[in-house]
């Protein structure tokens, strides 16, 4: 909320001479002090990442947050649903979402440069991890491009217990611009029509010293972790 404070000041004109006395008054502008919010992140179940560089969370939001916008690569395009505020698409209901999974990111010694993010269903009935996760490191106002070269022949559909995952490239070879340590991920979850983000968002720790730059990507959900790191 904005918070505006008025500060009036005053100026007075004092008399002239002995045959007339005139006293002026007036009031002068004010000024503003505008403090505008920081920006929403939206906060599920956060833990600080252990020795073994891993962090976990659980979506409890409503969901209300706006996903980041899609940033541009030409050899990488948006993740489904970025810059679009979450919202139920087609055939929601069934999505894995924060609301019915728990998620974990690891850093992972093969290949370098990248993590491994594991969701598990933790409902009563299957849910399918429809595209691929909508990502936002920090504050990021761009979502993290997604590998279309990883796209699967089916959807990731997940029993209760059973996961999915995906591989996060945090670096090229050749290195990027706007390099920096990062500290949370904020992972949104598309719906079956790939249209806006549906359910709560998770966020979570990520391991200490992780750092990316504008090179950074995500596959989309797989059915096994060797899957999701051959990209």
Request: charged share 15%.
């Amino acid at each position: 909320m904005f918070r505006i404070r008025i500060r009036p000041r005053t100026a007075v004109a004092a008399t002239a001479t002995a045959l007339a006395a005139l006293s002026l008054s007036a009031c002068g502008g004010s000024s503003s002090d505008a403090r505008s919010p920081g920006q929403a992140v939206a906060e599920g179940a956060t833990a600080r990442p252990g020795d073994n560089g891993t962090g976990t969370g659980t979506g409890n939001d409503s969901g209300t947050d706006s996903a980041p916008s899609a940033g541009k690569n030409s050899a990488l395009t948006k993740s489904p649903g970025a810059g679009k505020a979450p919202g139920k698409g087609s055939g929601s209901s069934d999505a894995c979402t924060g609301d019915n999974v728990t998620a974990v990111i690891t850093k992972v010694p093969r290949p370098i440069n990248h993590l491994l993010l594991t969701i598990t269903n933790k409902g009563s009935r299957a849910c399918n991890a429809y595209f691929a996760p909508a990502l936002r490191f920090d504050g990021d106002q761009s979502a993290t491009q997604v590998n279309q070269d990883s796209k699967p022949q089916a959807v990731a559909t997940l029993a209760p217990g059973r996961s999915a995952y995906a591989g996060v490239l945090l670096s090229g070879a050749a290195g990027g611009d706007h390099g920096r340590t990062a500290r949370k991920l904020t992972v949104y979850f598309a719906p079956r029509s790939g249209s806006g983000s549906t359910g709560a968002p998770v966020t979570l720790s990520l391991p200490t010293g992780t750092y990316k730059d504008d090179n950074a990507s995500v596959t989309y959900w797989q059915d096994s972790a060797a899957d999701a790191l051959q990209f």
